[in-house]
């Protein structure tokens, strides 16, 4: 009886177990074919190259992002932030210019008018802050969080193919404008050692140290 118990157990979680797989295959299957539906390529290349150009305007100036951050941080992620959920990280798009003072293998340093250093990565695009910080994508116009993140995945894609060339061919002394993607934690908001992700860069020529 205790052998014949144990086998019929057995096949119980055997069953279970390719009823399971079963149901999770054709439910991946689904998600799958939804996706195919969905241009990830187009959506990612619209809202870097026309959306987030044309919306500079609604972004946050990056000299004023960091003066509120100084006098009151909790107004600054209240007023300028975007997260795609509640909690601690939170997201901001800003928009500046500087002078280039530096590079090195991953980073252009940059002055701007008030003396002020900071980064824009020029090798290493990662992260979510690229999709999140203008608060335009919301996980809500997609059928699944697979999209979402394929959605993400994308536009660093094409920030490192298409932006970070011409930040790595900069000189020392070019001038640039730029729009960028800044993460920061609620609890511990150091502006001077985040990086920001460039979105969108404009150099120019006229302004040499």
């Known amino acids: 009886m205790a052998k ?14 390719l009823v399971y797989n079963s149901v999770y295959i054709k439910s991946l299957q689904a998600v799958k074919a939804a ?25 946050t100036d990056f000299a004023l992002l960091r003066n509120t951050l100084q006098a009151n941080p909790s107004e600054a992620f209240d007023a300028y932030s975007h997260a795609p959920s509640d ?44 999709r999140d910080a203008a608060g335009l994508v919301s996980v809500d116009s997609f059928d ?3 999209v979402f993140n394929e959605v993400s995945e994308k536009i660093n894609f094409l ?7 011409t930040l790595q061919q900069l000189a020392v002394g070019d001038s640039l404008r730029f729009i960028g993607a ?26 040499r140290r």
């Open 159 to 165: 920030i490192k193919k298409q932006l970070t060339p």
């Open 35 to 59: 996706n195919k539906g969905f241009d990830v390529d187009g959506y990612a290349s619209n809202y870097l190259f026309k959306t987030i150009p044309k919306s500079t305007a609604a972004f």
């Open 4 to 17: 014949r118990g144990i086998k019929y157990t057995l096949l119980v979680l055997v069953g279970a177990v």
């Open 87 to 130: 909690g601690d990280i939170r997201y901001f798009m800003v928009n500046g210019s500087g002078v280039v003072v530096s590079k090195d293998s991953g980073y252009v340093w940059l002055e701007d008018s008030a003396k002020q250093s900071f980064k824009l990565a020029s090798q290493y695009i990662y992260g979510t802050a690229a």
């Open 182 to 207: 800044i993460e920061l934690n609620r609890k511990d908001p150091v502006l001077a050692e985040t990086t920001i992700i460039p979105l969108h860069v404009e150099k120019s020529q006229k302004e």
């Open 144 to 146: 699944n969080t697979m």
